[in-house]
């Protein structure tokens, strides 16, 4: 497994992280503890250390959160752990009144998800959307603190817009607080819109990039064809209207690429992303052991200069 900078910081990650949304997701093998213990042992044992989940994620939410820490016990000294905040909780960390990037709720958040988590640190603290009603000045301002107390090692934000972190940026550094370190946004090889805005941002502020939905829900893993009914267990069972309008020319053109490399579907969307610029760990979920494994061979393709030239002829950049 390869490890990298998140940014410009000094938070070594691997190029894969796992994705923990689906810990105790219904009908899947990782929705028991000892589901998820295989899942997260088998990332850990392939080189994974990145762990990203939020206090939003499971049912009730929170569930995953509890479901790592647990599933981490023992090895928490090997992995990174990134979880969110800023996502209605419904009452989970007590009244919000909407504010959800204020001193005040973010206190509260952090404290119930290191509970969660079962940990006395969390290694990246991410704001999961914008809170219009907040300053970000006071979001920024708060992190920083926690970080100084020791309770966060960074701060990173998610779902931003390219001007947003700038603006986060330049108002930690005027303010002379900690800068985030890390912006997590949907991007793939389906869905390249982060390059307008969002990845020219980061490198100029030092940003790693945080790729997430790396699958394009599933339509990336090489289980869907044209025209034929999706396997009865997966992800897109059922969803026949997002089948219906996938882009199957671009799909059928990156199976026969990957078929020529003798890789997987999986390995081409996954390493290609390891390969843009700045992009830090790509965010892949799992609900098996096998998947988990699986992803984090992804970077032992490397693609050329003229694999990434062919790839963008077929999926151009900045393209949804």
Not at 7 to 23: H, K, M, R
Request: glycine content about 10%; charged content about 25%.
């Amino acid at each position: 497994m390869e490890h990298r900078h998140l940014g410009e910081s000094g938070l070594v990650v691997s190029a894969i992280g796992l994705g923990c949304n689906n810990l105790g997701r219904p009908g899947t093998p990782a929705e028991s503890l000892a589901g998820s213990r295989a899942v997260v042992g088998a990332a850990l044992d392939a080189g994974i250390t990145f762990f990203d989940v939020a206090d939003v994620y499971g049912a009730p939410r929170g569930r995953s959160e509890e479901l790592l820490g647990q599933a981490l016990s023992g090895r928490r000294d090997h992995a990174v752990i990134a979880t969110k905040f800023g996502v209605d909780m419904q009452g989970g960390n007590g009244p919000d009144f909407g504010a959800r990037g204020s001193r005040r709720y973010v206190r509260r958040a952090v404290e119930s998800s290191l509970r969660r988590l079962g940990t006395d640190w969390i290694d990246l603290y991410q704001l999961h959307r914008a809170d219009p009603k907040t300053p970000i000045g006071e979001t920024l301002g708060v992190l920083s603190e926690l970080i100084t107390e020791g309770k966060i090692r960074y701060a990173g934000v998610c779902n931003l817009a390219g001007w947003q972190i700038a603006d986060a940026a330049w108002t930690a550094r005027t303010q002379h607080v900690a800068q985030p370190i890390a912006a997590q946004n949907h991007y793939s090889l389906l869905e390249r819109e982060a390059e307008r805005d969002v990845n020219p941002a980061a490198r100029r502020f030092g940003l790693g990039v945080l790729p997430y939905f790396p699958l394009a829900n599933g339509l990336l893993t090489g289980k869907y064809r044209r025209g034929e009914e999706p396997p009865p267990s997966s992800r897109l069972a059922g969803r026949r209207k997002l089948l219906a309008d996938a882009p199957w020319d671009r799909l059928d053109a990156l199976r026969a690429f990957a078929d020529q490399r003798g890789i997987s579907m999986t390995t081409l969307a996954l390493s290609w992303l390891t390969a843009q610029n700045p992009v830090s760990s790509v965010i892949a979920g799992a609900t098996t052991a096998e998947q988990a494994e699986e992803n984090a061979a992804a970077v032992k393709w490397r693609p050329s200069a003229d694999d990434l030239a062919y790839l963008d002829e077929i999926c151009p950049p900045g393209r949804r």
